[in-house]
């Protein structure tokens, strides 16, 4: 079992930055990949940013140039910086851990943009 808890989420103003962490514990040998994602009131859960065990990264062309996916092994964190935050960047945000036998979430954070 994976157990996932993310953090940093919280109200920024239009062009502000945040930083969101996501603590990994357990069985974290068998993660491959790990993904941020969002969902906003109203819409579908969406994949923001991904990176896979070897360094690989992707990002929703929504952000792209603004948002940076990276971990930090010796803390066992995944951190999700964002900056030139958008109002429509407002959401609740997940991490999510995959691999063969793993797909963990975990319970979300909120993040609010203001015009």
């Known amino acids: 079992q994976v157990q996932l808890v993310e953090s940093g989420g919280g109200l920024v103003p239009a062009g502000g930055s945040l930083t969101l962490s996501c603590v990994v514990s357990g069985s974290t040998s068998r993660i491959t990949t790990m993904d941020w994602y969002r969902q906003a009131p109203g819409s579908q859960r969406e994949m923001v940013a991904t990176l896979t065990r070897g360094g690989i990264t992707n990002y929703a062309d929504s952000v792209k140039g603004r948002f940076t996916i990276s971990r930090d092994n010796a803390k066992n964190t995944v951190l999700l910086q964002m900056n030139s935050l958008k109002p429509e960047d407002t959401a609740v945000y997940y991490c999510?851990?995959?691999?063969?036998?793993?797909?963990?979430w975990g319970q979300g954070t909120q993040v609010t943009v203001s015009s």
């Open positions: 999510n851990m995959r691999g063969p036998v793993t797909d963990s």
